[in-house]
Nanobody
Framework: QLQLVESGGDLVQPGGSLRISCAVSGFTLDYYAIGWFRQAPGKEREGVSCISLTAGSTRYAESVKDRFTISRDRAKNTVYLQMNSLKPEDTAVYYC???????????????????????WGQGTQVTVSA
């Protein structure tokens, strides 16, 4: 059964770092794409980062570029999001999701238009506050 489980969310001070994880089961991290999305209270869900598991290519939202890094560990079947220089506006529930579209062979997308991402985790809370 295909499943994604996020973990690692926490309360962190502004300027701090945090790594959140997306453990997957039911498939291997060799194909398709994994995306990280976040949703803050009263705001729409937004794409943060994604990785094509086939090509290894990555994308980042402008708001997190040069601060966040997406990576994968095939042995642990886990995708990570390393978050540095955290800001209060990074506070949100973070979700990982799986995109099985054919274009994931070379790229990934930060949008979920037309429900491209068809499997989602339950989310993990990240709070950035002093």
């Amino acid at each position: 059964q295909l499943q994604l489980v996020e973990s690692g969310g926490d309360l962190v001070q502004p300027g701090g770092s945090l790594r959140i994880s997306c453990a997957v089961s039911g498939f291997t991290l060799d194909y398709y794409a994994i995306g990280w999305f976040r949703q803050a209270p009263g705001k729409e869900r937004e794409g943060v980062s994604c990785i094509s598991l086939t090509a290894g290519s990555t994308r980042y939202a402008e708001s997190v570029k040069d601060r966040f890094t997406i990576s994968r560990d095939r042995a642990k079947n886990t995708v990570y999001l390393q978050m540095n220089s955290l800001k209060p506006e990074d506070t949100a529930v973070y979700y990982c999701a799986l995109d099985q579209g054919p274009y994931t062979a070379w790229s990934c997308t930060l949008t979920d238009q037309d429900n491209k991402y068809n499997y989602w985790g339950q989310g993990t809370q990240v709070t950035v506050s002093a």
